[in-house]
């Protein structure tokens, strides 16, 4: 006879390690949040959200989800924007256990094995010069206390 208590044991194990290393990657990407914000005013929040990629713009009708397609991003937000508008710094994958998460640029995919590689990789994505570039432009977003001047 199988002994599905072993395998059911290591699936709780399994589905608790997932939930751990989820939790320190979005820890990293709250941090990465936070430094940015302190250096920036407030004008910097670094998040993942889920976004709808149009496939194909002219077959597409109201009903039609298979010319739509949902990835996640790492996105830049300026909270005391008076309209903010998130800006896409890269595309983001992360695996149901958690590690790897992957970082996806234009040119490369960084592939990040544990919370070390992670870091490396969000420092990486926000030195380019095209994540320079949608920084200052969500920071210079009109704030809400630009109306009252």
Not at 6 to 20: H, L, Y
């Amino acid at each position: 006879m199988a002994n599905f208590i072993d395998s059911f044991n290591r699936g709780i194990q399994a589905a608790d390690q997932a939930r751990a290393n989820k939790e320190e990657i979005y820890s990293v990407i709250d941090e990465l949040s936070t430094q940015l914000a302190g250096a920036s005013d407030g004008k910097l929040k670094i998040e993942v959200v889920e976004k709808t990629e149009v496939l194909n713009r002219f077959a597409m009708t109201a009903n039609d989800l298979f010319s739509r397609k949902t990835y996640f991003a790492i996105v830049a937000t300026n909270p005391l924007s008076a309209s903010p508008r998130p800006e896409e710094l890269a595309r983001w994958r992360v695996a149901e256990t958690g590690y790897p998460c992957h970082v996806i640029l234009p040119d490369t995919e960084i592939y990040c094995e544990d919370k070390k590689a992670l870091e490396k990789a969000l420092s990486r994505l926000i030195a380019t010069p095209a994540a320079g570039k949608i920084l200052q432009s969500v920071m210079n977003q009109k704030s809400i206390t630009d109306d009252e001047d």
